[in-house]
């Protein structure tokens, strides 16, 4: 497999990812109160919250695509 198509892979899953692990938050702590969070603390919340999880899931993603398609014959 070329490199493009692990990027788009890993872009895609760590999306993904990202979404789930939000969703599961929000009905962990309630959706109601999560948003009060969030619109009462937006000025004091960092991009980071968002940038680092989403990094942390797309290299675990490339890292599952990888793994998954070692045994691949077809790669370039």
């Keep these: 497999m070329k490199f493009k198509t692990y990027l788009k892979a ?3 899953l760590g999306i993904l990812t990202t ?3 939000t969703g599961f938050i929000q009905d ?3 959706l109601e ?3 009060r969070v969030i619109t ?9 919250w968002w940038l680092i999880p989403w990094l942390v899931s797309f290299f675990l993603s490339l890292y599952y695509y990888s793994e998954a398609t070692k045994g691949d014959k077809n790669d370039a």
């Design 28 to 30: 962990w702590y309630g």
């Design 10 to 12: 890993g872009w895609w």
């Design 33 to 35: 109160k999560y948003k």
């Design 19 to 21: 979404i789930s692990i």
């Design 40 to 48: 009462d603390n937006w000025i004091h919340m960092s991009p980071w």
